[in-house]
C-alpha cells in the first residue's frame, strides 16, 4: 500500500512538473517521496556529474578562498577543496560549461564540477564566507542606525526593533560564523561599557568580538521572539528551543537567559549542527580496545542498566547513540526518551519530554513500558521516579541506557543509592558503567614533537623509561588560530559489575571499596587512558590535567 501510494504522489508530482528537471527533483525532495541524497545523485547521473552535499563533504578555506564570496553568490558556487591543483567545486548547474571556464579563469586553475542544491549552496557560501571582520563591519554598521538612539525602548518598540531585516541578519551571521569555526555554545554577554560574544571551541571559550551594548537589549528580545519568550520579561531565568533551515536542513538550538548585573547574558547550545556527517560508530569513536571490546559485549545484554557518565558536553548522548547504533536491527523494538532530541535515529522511536505540559521521564518511560521495548534510552535520570522505573525495568527483562552527572563510573552507582533507590534493585539491575571525558586535539597542521622533563615524566606516567619517547604539542597556526588544537578526543573509564561488587553495593561499600573490586576485573582510572591519548600523540598531558582528577586505581 505504501509504495503504492508514493508511486501515485510521484505520477502527480510529474503531471505537475511535466519538463522534469529540477523544479520536480525539489517537488520529489520536498514530498519525501525519495530521499534527499538518492533522489540528488540520480539526478546529478542525468547530468554527467557527482552529487556532492555541501555540508557532509570537506570544504577547505584554500578552496573557498579562491572564488570571491559576489562570484560564488551571482554564481551558485563553492570551492569544497583543492587536490593536484585542482579546484573541485560544488555548481548548482554543473553542465554549465561556459560557466565552468569562467570559474577557471578567476581561480586560475582547472576546475572539476560537482552537483549540490541551490539552496545547499547558498547557505552554505553564508557560513564559510562568515569571518570576524564582516560580522564587526555589520555591528558596526547597525550601532549607526537611529533605531538605538534611544536607551530605554518599549516592549512593543523593541519586538518592531527585533523584527528588523538588519537585526536578523546580523543574528544569522553570528550563527553561521559559530556553526563555521564548529562552536558548540554561543555566549552573549553584557558588560559595564560593552556586550561580548564569546564562543566555545574544541571546549574552550573564546572571545569573538564586542559590540555597544545598545545593541544588546535588541539581540536578546529577537532570540526570545525565535524561541516563542516573552521578550518584556526580564528579572527571571528563560529557556526555550527555536530552529532555522540552513539549505534543505535545519539547525536547532537551545536557548538559556538569565539575569545579570549590567542586562540578560544569554547562551546558545547548538544543538544539531547541519553537518551531515554519518552517525559515529563506537568503531570510530577511538574507545581504546581494551574498552571497546567489552563495552560492546555489554551493549548486547538482554537485559539490565548501562550508565554512561560525565559532565555537560562530554559527549555522553553521541555514545549512547553509537551504541544504539551498533544493536538497531529490525527485529529490535528500540525506544528513546530525550531533552531534547538531538539527532534524528532511523527505525527507533524517540520522544522528547515538555515540561510546559509536565510531561517528564518518568511520566513518558511508564507509558513507553506499555510500548512493548526491548531496548530503552533514558537521556538523564534525574529524579529518584524515574531511577525506581528504570531499575524495574532493567530486572523485568529490559536493557537500559541513561546517562548521569558523576565525575566517575563508580560514582555512578553511589549516586543511585544517594536518589533513593535501595541497593537491593541497584546491585542486580546494573551491569556496567562507562565514564568519559572530552580533551582537545593538538592541531594537525602545526603538531611538533618535544620531549618533557624528568620531573613530569615521573608525576603522570610513574616511569622513566620515556624520556626518549617524543610527545606532542600544537605550534599555533591560522587553521586553529594559534591555539594549538582543533577538534576533540575523548577518553574513557570503564566498570564492569561482577558478583563482588554486585555483593559491595547491597552491603552499601564506599567508592574506594568498589573502586578497589573493580580494578581486580581490569579497571582503570580516566587519567589512565587520557594519557594513553597522551602518549599516542592526540592530546596533550596539560589537556588530560585540565579535563580528570589525579588519581590512580590501586
Not at 572564488?67 to 551558485?76: D, F, M, Q, S, W
Amino acid at each position: 500500500m505504501r509504495n503504492f501510494d508514493y508511486g501515485t504522489e510521484l505520477a502527480a508530482l510529474e503531471t505537475q512538473h511535466k519538463d522534469g528537471g529540477l523544479p520536480l527533483l525539489l517537488a520529489v525532495i520536498e514530498a519525501r517521496i525519495v530521499p534527499k541524497d538518492e533522489a540528488c545523485r540520480f539526478y546529478a547521473d542525468t547530468l554527467g556529474a557527482a552529487y556532492v552535499d555541501p555540508f557532509a563533504s570537506v570544504i577547505t578555506d584554500e578552496a573557498v578562498a579562491a572564488i570571491p564570496v559576489e562570484i560564488a553568490r551571482k554564481a551558485k558556487v563553492i570551492g569544497l577543496y583543492i587536490i593536484e591543483g585542482v579546484l573541485t567545486a560544488a555548481f548548482a548547474s554543473p553542465s554549465d560549461t561556459d560557466l565552468i571556464k569562467r570559474i577557471s579563469q578567476i581561480a586560475q586553475m582547472p576546475v572539476s564540477p560537482v552537483f549540490a542544491l541551490a539552496r545547499d549552496i547558498e547557505d552554505a557560501i553564508l557560513i564559510q564566507y562568515s569571518s570576524e571582520k564582516n560580522l564587526e563591519e555589520s555591528l558596526n554598521e547597525l550601532e549607526r542606525s537611529s533605531f538605538f538612539d534611544q536607551p530605554d525602548l518599549a516592549a512593543d518598540r523593541l519586538a518592531a526593533l527585533a523584527d528588523s531585516e538588519s537585526l536578523v541578519q546580523i543574528l544569522d551571521e553570528i550563527i553561521y560564523y559559530a556553526i563555521r569555526e564548529r562552536a558548540t555554545d554561543v555566549h552573549i554577554e553584557p558588560q559595564e561599557l560593552q556586550s561580548r560574544i564569546r564562543f566555545r571551541i574544541d571546549g574552550m571559550l573564546r572571545e569573538v568580538l564586542t559590540y555597544s551594548r545598545k545593541l544588546h537589549r535588541a539581540f536578546v528580545s529577537r532570540l526570545k521572539i525565535l524561541c516563542q519568550l516573552n521578550i518584556a520579561e526580564t528579572r527571571f531565568p528563560q529557556d526555550g528551543r527555536f530552529s532555522m533551515p540552513v539549505g534543505t536542513s535545519k539547525a536547532s538550538f537551545r536557548f538559556s537567559s538569565i539575569p545579570s548585573q549590567y542586562g540578560e547574558k544569554v547562551v546558545i547550545r547548538i544543538l544539531a549542527s547541519t553537518s551531515k556527517k554519518s552517525m559515529l560508530t563506537l568503531e570510530k569513536m577511538m574507545i581504546s580496545q581494551t574498552m571497546l571490546r567489552p563495552f560492546k559485549r555489554l551493549i548486547q545484554n538482554p537485559s539490565g542498566i548501562i550508565f554512561v557518565t560525565g559532565p555537560t558536553g562530554s559527549g555522553k548522548t553521541t555514545t549512547l547513540y553509537a551504541a544504539l547504533h551498533e544493536i538497531n536491527k529490525p527485529d529490535i523494538n528500540i525506544s528513546t526518551i530525550e531533552d531534547p532530541i538531538e539527532m534524528q535515529l532511523e527505525g527507533i522511536t524517540q520522544s522528547q519530554v515538555n515540561t510546559h505540559i509536565d510531561l517528564k521521564f518518568s511520566t513518558l518511560l511508564r507509558s513507553l513500558l506499555r510500548q512493548d521495548p526491548e531496548v530503552i534510552l533514558i537521556g538523564e535520570i534525574r529524579d529518584l521516579d524515574t531511577a525506581k522505573i528504570a531499575t524495574e525495568a532493567a530486572l523485568t527483562g529490559h536493557i537500559v541506557f541513561a546517562t548521569l552527572h558523576t565525575n566517575s563510573a563508580v560514582q555512578a552507582i553511589t549516586r543511585l543509592l544517594e536518589i533513593g533507590v535501595e541497593p537491593y534493585m541497584v546491585a542486580p539491575a546494573v551491569i556496567g558503567v562507562l565514564a568519559q571525558r572530552l580533551a582537545a586535539r593538538i592541531c594537525e597542521n602545526c603538531k611538533e614533537p618535544y620531549y618533557p622533563s624528568r620531573e613530569v615524566l615521573k608525576k603522570y606516567f610513574q616511569d622513566e623509561g620515556l624520556a626518549d619517547v617524543p610527545f606532542f604539542r600544537g605550534r599555533g597556526c591560522s587553521v586553529c588560530r594559534n591555539t594549538g588544537y582543533k577538534g576533540r578526543v575523548t577518553f574513557h573509564e570503564l566498570v564492569l559489575i561482577t558478583e563482588e561488587i554486585r555483593t559491595l553495593i547491597s552491603n552499601g561499600a564506599s567508592v574506594q571499596e568498589i573502586t578497589k573490586a573493580a580494578a581486580k576485573v581490569g579497571f582503570k582510572p580516566l587519567r589512565y587512558d587520557g594519557l594513553k591519548k597522551v602518549l599516542l600523540g592526540f592530546t596533550t598531558i596539560e589537556e588530560i590535567e585540565a579535563n580528570s582528577s589525579f588519581e590512580w586505581a590501586s
